[in-house]
């Protein structure tokens, strides 16, 4: 079988709603499926104001809110219309995005009906509960996420440190690499626009930290706002840009009264905003990957980022930027500083960055995951079976 025999069923937890890196990579990945002839059907939550249009077939999904996050909703079951969808569609592949109850149950579909299954593991949801006071809840989460993954036949994680972690947590025997790609037409440095910056207030010669992303805690708005307090304190020259939405924004423009929040960027904006920066600040220990990390890289700025999955794999320490232990306030806030006062450093390991991005092409990225499906699928024809129970 190659790719055009492919006929793929994908279950996501937010495949166009509310846009995120992760729903923008199955996006990508769904249209590059089609382009090389596979067919295909996404089965996902839709409400009346999705964030953009679906790429491929989509089937609502029954759902309900978030408890206090209703922007998220959770698909909560595998409805009959569903059952009677996927059956008439006849997948030869089930692919699951998020461990919730609509992935649970497409999953134990799949292994009533004998498909093959895989998994892409898109954030670390086991992290989230210490952001809201409920760090107990972790061991149990991690479980729960072990008991999923183990059941399909492979999963995919977007960096090597985030899949080390996954062999760590003795989540599979069969990890394997689904990384991220970059739109080199849209992340370029030729975006920077000095006219944009100083109509947001901004001088040519003072430099931007940058914050990109959904303006939600487990980002580490609480780190990233402490950590300026403290150039603020030294008297380090700096502004703040922040660019995206989120619940929390209300609470990060309290706390950051001098930033700029430009809100929601996509497309061409979204690399002008990019490129306008001079660095990223990204304190966030949640990423498998780091979208926003990669897109600065391809646009010449050098990073901060905690030291974590995704930008373990993505930042050089010292040479594209620096990794600092995650809540190290005056650490982050040292290399910040240096970054803010010596130009040339910050020069060097722009250059590095935008070096190492040229290594990340869409194309070659998701050939690398449908390489996977048609291995489990031969593999599956060949009388393999799923270990279940990786050793400790």
């Not at 790719?3 to 769904?30: E, I, K, M, P």
Request: charged share 20%; proline share 7%.
């Amino acid at each position: 079988m190659d790719v055009t025999g492919l006929c793929v069923a994908l279950f996501s937890g937010n495949y166009n709603y509310v846009r995120d890196g992760a729903n923008q990579a199955l996006n990508r990945f769904v249209g590059y499926l089609l382009r090389q002839g596979a067919q295909v059907r996404v089965y996902a939550p839709t409400t009346d104001t999705p964030a953009f249009p679906p790429t491929g077939d989509l089937v609502s999904a029954p759902s309900i809110p978030v408890p206090g996050r209703p922007e998220y909703r959770i698909p909560t079951r595998l409805s009959r219309a569903l059952r009677r969808d996927l059956k008439a569609f006849a997948p030869n592949m089930i692919h699951l995005s998020s461990p919730d109850p609509l992935g649970h149950r497409a999953l134990t579909w799949a292994r009533d009906h004998d498909l093959p299954a895989v998994a892409s593991v898109h954030t670390r949801f086991e992290t989230y509960p210490r952001y809201y006071g409920l760090a107990f809840l972790e061991p149990a989460i991690e479980g729960i996420l072990r008991r999923f993954y183990r059941r399909c036949d492979a999963i995919v994680a977007p960096s090597e440190s985030m899949a080390q972690l996954l062999r760590e947590q003795r989540m599979s025997y069969d990890v394997g690499i689904w990384t991220r790609g970059i739109d080199r037409e849209i992340f370029t440095p030729q975006r920077r626009d000095l006219d944009w910056r100083r109509s947001l207030g901004f001088a040519d010669d003072v430099p931007v930290i940058g914050f990109i992303g959904r303006q939600v805690m487990e980002k580490g708005l609480d780190v990233f706002s402490d950590t300026i307090d403290q150039l603020t304190a030294r008297k380090v020259p700096h502004k703040v840009l922040v660019v995206g939405e989120g619940p929390a924004r209300e609470w990060f423009q309290n706390r950051l009264p001098d930033a700029v929040f430009t809100g929601f960027q996509g497309g061409a904006d979204l690399g002008r905003a990019v490129a306008s920066m001079d660095m990223l600040f990204n304190p966030s220990v949640t990423e498998t990957f780091g979208n926003v990390t990669l897109e600065a890289m391809a646009c010449r700025l050098p990073t901060v980022a905690a030291r974590a999955t995704g930008s373990e794999n993505l930042v050089q320490e010292g040479i594209t930027g620096r990794l600092i232990r995650p809540g190290a306030i005056g650490k982050f806030a040292d290399a910040l500083q240096i970054y803010c006062t010596d130009a040339a450093a910050r020069a060097s390991a722009g250059a590095a960055a935008e070096a190492q991005a040229e290594h990340f092409g869409w194309d070659q990225v998701n050939q690398a995951l449908v390489d996977t499906y048609l291995r489990i699928i031969r593999q599956r024809a060949q009388g393999a079976k799923i270990r279940s129970s990786p050793v400790p």
